[in-house]
């Protein structure tokens, strides 16, 4: 739905990370308020296993974007393809903050629905010390009682979607959680 770039805010200076929303999705309405939403419900969060949203907003009908942190490493998917499984201890220290910040999400009554390696980032400091990252709430959803939206729609990515889920089910939290011990045991099976 987005691309991102690396930008520099022109008054603070800061390099951060942009998504812009493609022109063709930000002229969908469904898209678009999938977009927007992908913000609020990461700067709901506020949490600091999740990335953290700076800004967002429309410049006209037919472009919307985000502004995050900048984060500097690789997603746990990259890190699997290049080195293969991890030990428990080093899937522990990736998996377990991220457990935390999927709980802080739940506490919001939001479920992110797509918990994938690709959707974890290992931002590096530079000195040795790697921080895990929750990313892209694009189709994360509030719970029924709050939005009243219908969270049996299908969506997310198949190798990680909870039995529940892939049938069309009410995805809830425990959605979350069968998506992310999928991501366990592919990082401790490879």
Same mark, same amino acid.
């Given at each position: @739905?987005?691309?991102?770039?690396?930008?520099?805010?022109?008054?603070?200076?800061?390099?951060?990370?942009?998504?812009?929303?493609?022109?063709?999705? /930000?002229?969908?309405?469904?898209?678009?308020?999938?977009?927007?939403?992908?913000?609020?419900? /990461?700067? /709901?969060?506020?949490?600091?296993?999740?990335?953290?949203?700076? &800004? !967002?907003?429309?410049?006209?009908?037919?472009?919307?974007? !985000?502004?995050?942190?900048? =984060?500097?490493?690789? +997603? =746990?998917?990259?890190?699997?393809?290049?080195?293969?499984?991890?030990?428990? @201890?080093?899937?522990? !220290?990736?998996?377990?903050?991220? %457990? &935390?910040?999927?709980? %802080?999400?739940?506490?919001?009554?939001?479920?992110?629905?797509?918990?994938?390696? #690709?959707?974890?980032?290992?931002?590096? &400091?530079? !000195?040795?010390?790697?921080?895990?990252?929750?990313?892209?709430?694009?189709?994360?959803?509030? +719970?029924?009682?709050?939005?009243?939206?219908?969270?049996?729609?299908? @969506?997310?990515?198949?190798?990680?979607?909870?039995?529940?889920?892939?049938?069309?089910?009410? /995805?809830?939290?425990?959605?979350?959680?069968?998506?992310?011990?999928?991501?366990?045991? #592919?990082?401790?099976?490879?």
């Amino acid at each position: @739905m987005g691309t991102v770039f690396e930008a520099v805010h022109r008054w603070t200076g800061r390099h951060v990370a942009l998504k812009l929303l493609q022109s063709e999705a /930000a002229l969908d309405i469904e898209a678009s308020h999938r977009f927007l939403q992908e913000a609020r419900y /990461a700067t /709901a969060i506020e949490h600091p296993n999740v990335v953290e949203v700076l &800004d !967002m907003g429309r410049d006209d009908e037919s472009s919307a974007y !985000m502004v995050f942190e900048l =984060l500097r490493g690789e +997603s =746990l998917a990259d890190r699997l393809e290049a080195h293969g499984p991890l030990d428990a @201890m080093q899937a522990a !220290m990736i998996l377990l903050p991220i %457990a &935390d910040a999927l709980a %802080a999400a739940h506490r919001l009554g939001i479920v992110h629905r797509d918990v994938k390696p #690709e959707n974890i980032f290992l931002e590096d &400091d530079g !000195m040795g010390y790697v921080r895990p990252k929750l990313l892209d709430f694009g189709i994360a959803c509030a +719970s029924e009682r709050e939005s009243g939206a219908d969270l049996r729609v299908v @969506m997310g990515t198949p190798g990680y979607l909870s039995p529940e889920q892939a049938q069309g089910l009410h /995805a809830g939290p425990a959605s979350d959680v069968w998506s992310l011990c999928v991501v366990l045991f #592919e990082c401790l099976s490879g």
